[in-house]
T-cell receptor, first 112, second 116 residues
């Protein structure tokens, strides 16, 4: 019930391509879905977040797509750049809960 | 810069020893969270404090303990260390008691603990 499953574990995309990372959850009480970006030697940094009452949120080249019925959400990175190479984590939490539950992470490599 | 400060950046110690990790939250944030990150386990929630009081516990071992002080900084104490405790330990803070759109978690850069 508390798990968030993330795929793929690793992803290689050519510069200018679209990177897509997927997450699935079981707990229908989750109501907050952030994505974090982590560079080597740094802590995770909030990238973008969404609530389940919207199906899509876009910030620059980053878009979250949310499918409530399928209990899935994904991160799309348009026009991927070498500087986007990092590990990406999806997460989820529910109203009143204290913790974020994280996916296992996706190591993204953008080839120049 | 997230505004969350963690010290030390690196710790190397021997099995059986005890260490203390320190975290200063972002200015204005009342909640502090501790997470453990190891290669095969991702980010695992350990414990959370809000305004000095423990609010939630996750997969925290009995050998580990934490506290949040009146000035809101927090310390994570790890004792009787084992090789398997080697990991990155992250502190995060948020303005409210839980995570949400109006209260995102901001992470420090972590303490890398190596137990030899």
């Amino acid at each position: 019930q508390q798990q968030v499953k993330q795929s793929p574990q690793s992803l290689i995309v050519q510069k200018g391509g679209i990177s897509i990372i997927n997450c699935a959850y079981e707990n229908t009480a989750f109501d907050y879905f952030p994505w974090y970006q982590q560079f080597p030697g740094k802590g995770p940094a909030l990238l973008i977040a969404i609530r389940p009452d919207v199906s899509e949120k876009k910030e620059g080249r980053f878009t979250i797509s949310f499918n409530k019925s399928a209990k899935q959400f994904s991160l799309h990175i348009m026009d991927s750049q070498p500087g986007d190479s990092a590990t990406y984590f999806c997460a989820a939490s529910r109203l009143g809960a204290q913790k974020l539950v994280f996916g296992q992470g996706t190591r993204l490599t953008i080839n120049p | 810069d997230s505004g969350v400060t963690q010290t030390p950046k690196h710790l190397i110690t021997a099995t059986g020893q005890r260490v203390t990790l320190r975290c200063s939250p972002r200015s204005g944030d009342l909640s502090v969270y501790w997470y453990q990150q190891s290669l095969d386990q991702g980010l695992q929630f350990l414990i959370q404090y809000y305004n000095g009081e423990e609010r939630a516990k996750g997969n925290i071992l009995e050998r580990f303990s934490a506290q949040q002080f009146p000035d809101l900084h927090s310390e994570l104490n790890l004792s009787s260390l084992e090789l398997g405790d080697s990991a990155l330990y992250f502190c995060a803070s948020s303005v409210r008691e839980g995570a949400g759109l109006g209260s995102p978690l901001h992470f420090g850069n972590g303490t890398r603990l190596t137990v030899t």
